[in-house]
């Protein structure tokens, strides 16, 4: 087995120019497999860090139906409404129940302007739905339980939107009103969170206008053993409230878990579509491993004349040119080295796997050849 590796190394050095053609395709596409594997691993984390929950004990009820524009929830034709949220907390799963209002505003600092969202907060027990969101200040504080007038803000309007420029302390206008802020929150990688401005129910309410209309209702359940229970108990009670049969309810209540599992489903179909597309690459580069292999075994006729005149058998023959093969494609640590899959996203596993995979297909698509090496005729190659 030492000889054949041996022999295979020193055959490819010998034709340099057009292994490193052979390698240099294959590297491609090899690159393009980690690069779109990857792309996809980083797509799935992105989205789901938007659904950044702290509570697996939190449910959130919507309204369905056709919206106005923006989040899910908002602008809908039949909205969810206080009496909703007060009901829902009546029932005996149900810890806390507290109103959610999520509007497109103006934001102006200096000669700035953005277009954000802007999150109400309940008047009570804010700390209880600070913990709920996984919500904590990275400068100044968050709003108090009586401050008005107030807001803080999601992370990216302090280092992204406008320039470490803005703090605690300093006013901004929102839809023509002068607001403080109170504090900067810390990152939390959610496009939400991040770019939210923050501030009391009843300022956004008197800001905005929308009365006793809910976006989104969560829900704290007394114990995480109760999550599927209180689902049920909620819907019963909206579906009697909103006078809505069973199957045709204009309202949906999720949990986390619920909603994180519909967006793996549809990422997993993206992830497949991405591999479906790199796999393409792959195959290329096979259709190039065998005829590189084809040519050199129609150039090396003599060779193998002479091997099996002095007692080299077809197995012998088959295992070389498979071993040279299968060299041309074990070329991903090359590309590790080099640092264009060097990236924290990607790990010791995946590279390992894509190795032998590569070593797999080049083997693979240097059978035939390999084949066509080990059934020449003695005789016949050295006339040639």
Known sequence: MKDYIV????????RKLRSWLTIIGILIGISSVVVLMVMGDSLQKAVISQFDVSSTELLT???????GGGLSGAGVIKPL????????????????????????????????????????????DRELVYKIIGAEADMGHLLKEGE??????????????????????????????????????????????????????????ELMGYGDEVDIIGVKVKDKDLVNKAKEEIEKLMR?????????EDFEVETPQAILK??????????????????????????????????????????????KAVGARNSDIFKIFLF??????????INKFIGITAKPSINLFLVLFLVVES????????????????????VEALRK
């Open 7 to 14: 022999l295979a190394f020193k055959n490819l050095r010998r």
């Open 61 to 67: 009820v919507r309204a369905k139906g056709l919206t």
């Open 81 to 124: 409404t206080k009496e909703d949220v007060e009901a829902i907390e009546r029932l005996g799963s149900v810890e806390k129940a507290f109103a959610r209002n999520v509007e497109q505003v103006k934001i102006e600092y200096k000669d700035e302007v953005n277009f954000g969202y802007a999150i109400s907060i309940p008047e009570k």
């Open 148 to 205: 008005s007038g107030r807001v803080f803000l999601g992370h990216n309007y302090y280092d992204k939107i406008f320039k470490n420029e803005i703090r605690p302390g300093k006013k901004i206008i929102i839809q023509g009103k002068k607001f403080e802020v109170v504090g900067i929150m810390k990152k939390k990688g959610s496009f939400l969170f991040d770019n939210a401005v923050a501030m009391g129910d009843k300022d956004l309410k």
């Open 240 to 248: 009697k409230r909103r006078d809505v049969k069973k199957g045709e």
């Open 262 to 307: 519909k967006v793996n489903s549809i990422l997993g179909g993206i992830k497949a579509f991405l591999i479906i597309i790199a796999s393409i690459s792959i195959v290329i580069g096979a259709i190039g491993i065998i005829n590189t292999m084809t040519t050199s075994v129609l150039e090396r006729t003599k060779e193998i004349g002479t091997m």
């Open 324 to 333: 040279e093969s299968g060299f041309l494609t074990g070329v991903l640590a």
């Open 359 to 378: 070593f797999i297909i080049g083997s693979a698509a240097g059978i035939v050849p390999a084949l066509n090496a080990a059934n020449q005729n003695p």
